[in-house]
């Protein structure tokens, strides 16, 4: 009786586990007290009935099991139970997908999984979720796309995910195509059609018959056999529009009496007939030696024959034509494919296995190169600019980026200013001098991946020394005076990037001093290093 009991208990617990678990959720706000701030919380969509509790902050929708919601400012993850299961410390939160959820702690996106493990580390600045196995990532002024592991796998200078994702998608359809061209592609596909035919039993089949012929001996050896037949299949569906492949003839070697085809191709011809087998190049009929190498279509050699039905053979077994086969593209990841196409694979691929080594590591050259490209934050830089305040300036600046939205500016400028007149028939000349050193912050509001506006503010330093001469008829003197300034900095200015390591820059400044006030504009270039 205590062992049927318990039995009971253990179904009705678990067939309530299974109800809420299984029950569709959605995410509704209401206040707990009239006239109170409203919280969040999960109804369930058929019956309208509260499921978990309104008390959180902000919360969103249910993805693959798990609930992103708000408690105390901060973001975690919840069942279908209302269970804790990833505590509140993140800044902002996405949706799981694809197993993983992008995460912002302390000003940095990162992902993590189901348990709350740190898969890749919070090092970006912007982050989109997880599609077909890569994720967009912001790094300085360009997006680019990981994989799953946190390898960068593209990425484009100045890009943004819009480019990115279409140049993942384009990749993707890139190794779809290559993936379908594979021979050992091809025969799964071949074998499984015929197995799958052959193990049928026959309409007109007794059961003994169909069990003595179908069994794992038999569908091994018939396996072994449709492999064969797809071998030739596969170089026959392959061969069909590159039967008449053009390779450009190249220079005769008499001493050797060869014509050099196609980089280290080597055919034969006497030296007396080169002469007409080069003039009527465009004529021959060419019969390419096509085999499977490297799980790809490859000629390794051909036969010319020419009109009066001379034949000349040429075999390289070691130096292979790959060819593009043109299947249906297959399914495949994103990254998947991205990381194949950066490897070197090419779509259409005409050209020997040496060249095609020196493609993949001229690639991964590249791919490093994106590696090594960081985040603005502590970039460094040193430029040079002209200014004008009355009088024109020249100066220099060191600006250095605290963050990737606020920059310190020193900068420090010289104006000049001189000008006669005649004044009641003496001339009047004065010249004004002035050092500027201002400490100014700048906050970045990036508009496009080249342009960035900021409002600055500050503190500025300023020596004013000007010196008058008095040169008439009877009159001579001089005078000279000189006053310092502490003053309030304002204004904005805009960034241009030129390159990765040039920026224009333009900025209007207003000082407000304590004994002297100005207006000024600068224009430098600044070099980052």
């Given at each position: 009786m205590k062992k049927l009991t318990f039995l009971t208990i253990v179904l009705a617990l678990s067939a309530a586990s299974l109800h809420t678990y299984g029950q569709e959720l959605e995410r509704n706000r209401t206040a707990i007290f009239p006239g109170e701030i409203t919280r969040w919380g999960f109804l369930?969509?058929?019956?309208?009935?509260?499921?978990?509790?309104?008390?959180?902050?902000?919360?969103?929708?249910?993805?693959?099991?798990?609930?992103?919601?708000?408690?105390n400012s901060r973001w975690g993850f919840i069942d279908k139970t209302?269970?804790?299961?990833?505590?509140?410390?993140?800044?902002?939160?996405?949706?799981?997908?694809?197993?993983?959820?992008?995460?912002?702690?302390?000003?940095?996106?990162?992902?993590?999984?189901?348990?709350?493990?740190?898969?890749?580390?919070?090092?970006?600045?912007?982050?989109?979720?997880?599609?077909?196995?890569?994720?967009?990532?912001?790094?300085?002024?360009?997006?680019?796309?990981?994989d799953k592991t946190g390898t960068l796998i593209m990425f484009i200078p100045y890009g943004n995910p819009t480019a990115v994702r279409n140049a993942i998608r384009t990749s993707q359809i890139a190794e779809r195509k290559r993936i379908a061209g594979l021979f050992s592609t091809f025969a799964q596909n071949y074998v499984d059609a015929k197995i799958n035919e052959w193990q049928q039993r026959g309409e007109f089949e007794r059961t003994v018959d169909w069990e003595q012929r179908v069994n794992e001996n038999a569908r091994a050896a018939k396996a072994a056999e449709l492999l064969k037949e797809a071998e030739q299949a596969y170089?026959?569906?392959?061969?069909?529009?590159i039967a008449a492949v053009n390779l450009p003839l190249g220079?005769?070697?008499?001493?050797?009496?060869?014509?050099?085809?196609?980089?280290?191709w080597l055919?034969?011809?006497?030296?007396?007939?080169?002469?007409?087998?080069?003039?009527?190049?465009?004529?021959?009929?060419?019969?390419?030696?096509?085999?499977?190498?490297?799980?790809?279509?490859?000629?390794?050699?051909?036969?010319?024959?020419?009109?009066?039905?001379?034949?000349?053979?040429?075999?390289?077994?070691?130096?292979?034509?790959?060819?593009?086969?043109?299947?249906?593209p297959v399914e495949t990841s994103v990254a998947e494919g991205v990381a194949n196409i950066q490897q070197g694979q090419q779509n259409i691929s005409m050209g020997s296995q040496e060249q095609?080594?020196?493609?993949?590591?001229?690639?991964?050259?590249?791919?490093?190169?994106?590696?090594?490209?960081?985040?603005?934050?502590?970039?460094?830089?040193?430029?040079?600019?002209?200014?004008?305040?009355?009088?024109?300036?020249?100066?220099?600046?060191?600006r250095t980026n605290l963050s990737n939205f606020f920059r310190l500016q020193a900068s420090l400028t010289y104006f000049t200013k001189k000008n006669s007149e005649n004044?009641?028939?003496?001339?009047?000349?004065?010249?004004?001098?002035?050092?500027?050193?201002?400490?100014?912050?700048?906050?970045?509001?990036?508009?496009?991946?080249?342009?960035?506006?900021?409002?600055?503010?500050?503190?500025?330093?300023?020596?004013?020394?000007?010196?008058?001469?008095?040169?008439?008829?009877?009159?001579?003197?001089?005078?000279?005076?000189?006053?310092?300034?502490?003053?309030?900095?304002?204004?904005?200015?805009?960034?241009?990037?030129?390159?990765?390591?040039?920026?224009?820059?333009?900025?209007?400044?207003?000082?407000l001093g304590s004994n002297l006030s100005y207006l000024s504009f600068l224009s430098g270039i600044v070099f980052i290093f």
């Open positions: 369930d969509k058929t019956t309208r009935e509260i499921v978990i509790p309104h008390r959180y902050e902000n919360a969103r929708d249910f993805s693959e099991g798990l609930a992103a919601v708000q408690h209302g269970k804790e299961i990833i505590s509140y410390k993140y800044q902002r939160v996405e949706d799981f997908s694809e197993e993983l959820a992008a995460v912002q702690f302390n000003n940095r996106w990162g992902f993590i999984d189901k348990t709350g493990v740190e898969v890749i580390p919070h090092r970006y600045k912007g982050v989109r979720s997880f599609e077909d196995g890569a994720a967009l990532v912001l790094i300085g002024e360009g997006w680019g796309a990981i170089i026959a569906e392959g061969s069909k529009n220079a005769y070697d008499a001493d050797k009496e060869v014509f050099r085809i196609h980089d280290d055919l034969p011809v006497p030296i007396g007939e080169a002469p007409n087998f080069r003039d009527n190049w465009n004529n021959h009929i060419r019969l390419p030696q096509f085999v499977i190498s490297d799980d790809r279509l490859a000629i390794a050699g051909m036969a010319f024959t020419t009109a009066n039905g001379k034949t000349y053979q040429i075999n390289n077994q070691d130096n292979l034509i790959f060819v593009d086969y043109n299947l249906a095609q080594q020196q493609t993949a590591a001229e690639s991964r050259n590249r791919s490093n190169v994106a590696n090594n490209l960081s985040d603005r934050r502590g970039e460094t830089a040193l430029g040079a600019h002209l200014a004008y305040s009355g009088g024109i300036g020249f100066g220099t600046m060191l004044v009641w028939g003496s001339t009047v000349k004065v010249s004004e001098s002035a050092w500027d050193l201002s400490m100014n912050g700048h906050f970045l509001f990036s508009i496009s991946n080249q342009f960035t506006i900021y409002p600055l503010s500050g503190l500025g330093f300023s020596i004013l020394s000007g010196a008058a001469a008095v040169d008439g008829p009877g009159l001579s003197a001089k005078a000279k005076e000189s006053i310092t300034s502490v003053a309030l900095n304002a204004g904005f200015g805009f960034d241009i990037r030129l390159s990765e390591k040039i920026v224009f820059n333009n900025e209007l400044k207003y000082a």
